[in-house]
């Protein structure tokens, strides 16, 4: 079946670590996205790539970082940077990167700081 | 700015009863885009129904239709014979045309919980 899977369902990272969160595709899709979601809040765009080894910051990417090495696969890096990483975190994918180009979303990862 | 307001943080419906859950946007651009997502407790986010700015009718998909009022700026879901599967988050969203780093990117609002009961 095509679609998007995401690994793992659920991560806990320590203080000063990296951890990568794994998203991959198997619909064909050119652009794929990031995005992080708090308690009571709707989705926040982290980042974005319209093409392999070619993405864009979106609204709040300090403290993250990503790869485009191949078509399927966008992982994310959530990098000690990032202060406060608690979130879960959604890989989403389009055909496209167009307006009325509808994103097909994985099942998430939550993110948790030990 | 792109901004998408919900302004019903709950909404409870019966069974077997149609329910509207709102959405108003605001932007410049003159051609956009409108999603409706659900997500369950799962996490994951589900595509419902899409609607183009310059679509003449409002958008149907089996029991979800989207109520477009284009000079209101309102995007309003209506779900007929509500289901207790259909008790999830719903968010509204908006893809502006934009320009460069802003085309096709979603913008969400905050989300409206809804709960259907028995």
């Known amino acids: 079946d095509g679609g998007i899977t995401q690994s793992p369902k659920y991560l806990f990272r320590k203080e000063g670590q990296n951890v990568t969160l794994s998203c991959e595709q198997n619909l064909n899709h050119d652009a794929m996205y990031w995005y992080r979601q708090d308690p009571g809040q709707g989705l926040r765009l982290i980042y974005y790539s319209q093409i392999v080894n070619d993405f864009q910051k979106g609204d709040i990417a300090e403290g993250y970082s990503v790869s485009r090495e191949k078509k399927e696969s966008f992982p994310l890096t959530v990098t000690s940077a990032q202060k406060n990483p608690t979130a879960f975190y959604l890989c989403a994918s389009s055909i496209r990167r167009e307006v009325g180009e509808t994103q097909y979303f994985g099942p998430g990862t939550r993110l948790l700081v030990l | 700015a792109q901004k998408i307001t919900q302004t019903q943080p709950g909404m409870f419906v019966q069974e077997k009863e149609a329910v509207t859950l709102d959405c108003t946007y605001d932007?410049?651009?003159?051609?956009?885009?409108l999603f409706w997502y659900k997500q369950p407790s799962s996490g994951e986010m589900i595509f419902l129904i899409y609607q183009g700015s310059y679509d003449q009718q409002n958008a149907t998909e089996g029991r979800y239709s989207l109520n477009f009022q284009k000079a209101r700026k309102s995007a309003n879901l209506v779900i007929s014979a509500s289901q207790l599967g259909d008790s999830a988050m719903y968010f509204c969203a908006m893809s502006p045309v934009g320009r460069g780093s802003t085309l096709g990117r979603l913008y969400f609002g905050r989300g409206t919980q809804l709960t259907v009961w028995p």
């Open positions: 932007t410049s651009d003159p051609s956009y885009g």
